[in-house]
């Protein structure tokens, strides 16, 4: 695939900037017929599917600030001679054609071409069947930012695809698809891996754990609760599960406190048996599986563990290696928890609402990666790429 000058590539942004800024009104009436037909029980997905004048404006910034950015493709990565002569030069290149598999967020659409076109890769987005008239027409706009700058407008393809049709589509596929990024639950990332025959980078549940330990500052404990459940629930960094040290000063009552705070907040809780016999009145958890859920709602669980190693163990074994935070004033206790959790961003005394490439200095991002090859974390500008080595010789054999 040919590669395109900086220039051109920003050139096709600004275009698009513009025509989202003149053309807000026809977005606005597309996203409405989304939301006309839309069932609103899902409260978390319908919050991802709205769209309003200040959503517009952040994709306006998520463009800018990814043409800004300096270009990722053909940066050199190492640059060596080595001792028989050879120059060996590694450097970063497309991926070639990603296909992502999203929820019913329109702002994808935006985020995820605008990356992976200023990465010189070719994007087929495959969003939820709910954002079906916002989607079509933010793709028609790509395809005018794109036609502007006299560029094929199969760099950004928009796929309606059923079910079936994706199953099929993965199994055989049209074209040569180097890189599936599937966005979204279990059985969606499952689904995915089971059927194609290329590159999965997983973004994986969220099923986002605190761990309150022994000692603590417990208003900012409680003040980063709130905030981490409550702020944004159909966000994937959102908090679900919270784990308490029994050793805590004053247990009982900070146990009432919190769910105090939380009911204020209409969160439904659920609780261990430790818990449950100090807040008589909340659900008792009777299935383990329910500490690997990821709730997307006013839903959280309340547990109890004797110490460190043990909310280590249980956060390792449940969550879905998205985010975790400890809330401690003990150093110590804080690096081990960040050493051995398994999750792509660990956090001492923060809410993990922090999870997002805009908040983490990375700016637009394409996912949270859960995985752990080639990338683990918000996939950015700058992780869209792959890399190849240059080796120049002058007649070399090797003996």
């Not at 306006?60 to 990814?66: G, S």
């Amino acid at each position: 695939m040919k590669l395109l000058d900086i220039t051109t590539k920003n050139n096709v942004l600004q275009s698009m900037t513009r025509i989202l800024d003149e053309n807000r009104e026809s977005l606005l009436a597309a996203n409405k017929k989304d939301l006309d037909a839309f069932q609103k029980e899902d409260q978390a997905m319908f919050d991802r599917l709205i769209l309003n004048n200040q959503k517009i404006d952040g994709m306006i910034k998520a463009i800018n600030e990814v043409k800004a950015q300096e270009d990722p493709v053909n940066q050199i990565i190492s640059d060596k001679i080595l001792e028989n002569g050879l120059k060996v030069t590694n450097k970063t290149a497309p991926f070639g054609t990603i296909m992502i598999i999203y929820e019913s967020r329109p702002d994808v659409t935006i985020e995820a071409a605008v990356l992976a076109f200023k990465a010189n890769n070719k994007i087929i987005l495959k969003g939820g069947k709910e954002a079906v008239h916002s989607n079509i027409i933010l793709v028609d706009f790509w395809h005018k930012a794109l036609t502007e700058n006299n560029l094929s407008t199969d760099y950004i393809k928009l796929m309606q695809m059923n079910r079936e049709e994706t199953q099929f589509f993965l199994k055989n596929p049209t074209e040569q698809l180097d890189l599936i990024v599937p966005r979204g639950g279990e059985r969606l990332i499952n689904f995915v891996k089971d059927h194609a025959k290329c590159a999965v980078l997983v973004s994986g549940r969220g099923n986002n754990f605190l761990y309150i330990d022994k000692n603590v500052d417990w208003n900012k404990t409680l003040s980063v609760i709130i905030n981490a459940k409550t702020d944004k629930i159909s966000a994937c960094n959102a908090l679900d599960k919270i784990l308490i040290n029994k050793n805590i000063e004053h247990f009982e009552t900070k146990l009432k406190e919190l769910q105090s705070i939380l009911k204020e907040r209409n969160v439904t809780i659920l609780v261990d048996d430790n818990v449950k016999n100090i807040l008589l009145e909340e659900k008792l958890i009777t299935n383990k599986s329910i500490w690997r859920e990821e709730f997307l709602s006013l839903k959280c669980c309340i547990g109890t563990v004797n110490n460190l190693d043990q909310a280590i163990e249980m956060i390792n074994t449940f969550s879905g290696g998205h985010s975790a935070a400890i809330m401690t004033t003990n150093n110590e206790n804080a690096d081990n928890f960040m050493q051995q959790i398994d999750c792509a961003a660990v956090y001492k005394n923060s809410s993990t609402r922090f999870t997002d490439g805009g908040q983490l200095g990375v700016g637009a991002e394409l996912a949270i990666s859960t995985d752990k090859l080639h990338h683990r974390g918000p996939l950015g500008l700058k992780e869209l790429v792959t890399n190849k080595y240059y080796i120049i010789g002058e007649g070399h054999i090797r003996n």
